[in-house]
C-alpha cells in the first residue's frame, strides 16, 4: 500500500512538466454533419438533412447524402447554423435473423439536434429515434427544440452509451480496428433486433414501447428494462454476435435502463496538506461506473475536487462485481503542491432500475496517505453523499 509513497518523488517531477500550443484563424468554416446511420448498419441508404423552425416543425431540406458500404454519411450543410433534423432509410441486414430488412423513407430513423455549427457528429440509430420521439408532440409532430439535447442525454445515460458520437460498429463483423464503446453500442442496437424477433414487433413498436416505460429522469421501467437487458444478454452470446463482447456483466452495459448520480467523496482529520492518498470504494449492488476492459475508468467518471484539482495525479482501476464481491473503485492521488481535507473527487455512478443504494452502502476504505514531504498521515476518515 506504500506505492504511493515510493513513486511521489518521481511523479512530482512529472507533474511540473508542460506543454503549450497555438492556433490560426480564418473564415467561418461550413457545417458539416457526419456519422453512420444503423440499426444494422443502412448500406447505401439515404440522409435527408432538414432545417428545423423555431416551432419545432420540419423545415427545408438542408441536404440529401447517401451512406456509404460502413453507413457512414458526410452532409456539408454550407453555413447553415441552427437547429436540424435527420432522416435515415434504407436497407440493413438484421442481427438476430440475418435477414435483409429496411428502414422505410416513410419512417425514417431520426437524429434531432438543436443547433449544428462547424463540425458535428450524429450517429442515426434507434436510440436517436427514441430520443426524438420523446420531444414530439404525436399529434402535430412537432418537436420541442429546446428539449432537444436534455433529450438526446437522457437516453445516452438510459442506455450508456454516446448515442451521437460514438458510432455504432457493425456487430456481425469482426474487426480490430473498433473501439471497444463502438462495439458496445452495436449491441445496444442488436438487443432492439432481439426484442423484435422475441416479442413479434417492428422496430417502431420496440422504441414506442421503451419510450412509454421511461420516467422524466430518463429511467426505463423496471419489467421493460428487464426485457431489454434479457435480449441484449442472449444477442451477446449468439453465435452472430462478432464484436468479442459476449458478456455484458463486464461491460457499461449491465446497468441498461436505469440511472445516473454522482457519488462526492470526502477526506476529513488532518490540517496538514495531503501529499497522496490512496482510497478503496466498494459499491453497492446495482450500481457500477463506466470502465475500459483493462480496468482504467473512462473520462469524465472521475473528477478531482478543491485542491486537489489540477495539480493531482489521478491513478483509478475498477474491478466489477461477480457472484461472490461487489464492484470496487481504487483511487490514488500524488500532488506536488499538495491539497487540504475537504472534497476529494466526484464519481459518475451509473444505477440499475431496481437499485436504490445509500450513503452508507459505500464502503469506503483508506489504503494510504501521506503528506509533501512523503511522511504517513494518521487519523484521516472518508465519507461518501451520492447525490440525486
Known sequence: MRLFSIVAALLIGLLALTSCGGGGGGGAADTVLSGV????????GSIKVYALNADGSKGALLKETPTDANGAYSANLGQYHGAVLVEASGSYTDEATGAATAVPAATPLRVALDTVSGAVSAAVTPLTELAVQMGEDLTTGRLRVADLASNNALVATAFRVDILKTMPADALTASTTTTELQKEHALVLAAF??????????LHAVIAEIRDSMGADGKIGIQVAAQFQAALANFAKSSANKTGVTDISTTT??????????????????TT???GIEIDVV?????????????????????ALGGALGNAL??????????SARGRVRVGFISAS????????TMQCDIAPDATPQNADFVLSLLDAFDKQSVALTGLSLSANLGQ
Open 193 to 202: 433486433a432481439q426484442l423484435m424477433l422475441s416479442q413479434g414487433k417492428d
Open 37 to 44: 446511420a444503423s440499426k444494422g448498419i443502412i448500406r447505401g
Open 283 to 303: 459499491l453497492p449492488p446495482g450500481v457500477t461506473v463506466k470502465a475500459a476492459s483493462d480496468g482504467s475508468v473512462l473520462d469524465p467518471v472521475l473528477v
Open 338 to 345: 499538495g491539497f487540504a481535507a475537504g472534497g476529494l473527487l
Open 314 to 323: 489521478l491513478a483509478d482501476h475498477y474491478t466489477p462485481a461477480t457472484a
Open 273 to 275: 496538506l495531503i501529499g
Open 253 to 270: 452495459l449491465i446497468n441498461i435502463g436505469g440511472t445516473s448520480r454522482t457519488l462526492t467523496v470526502s477526506v476529513a482529520g488532518t
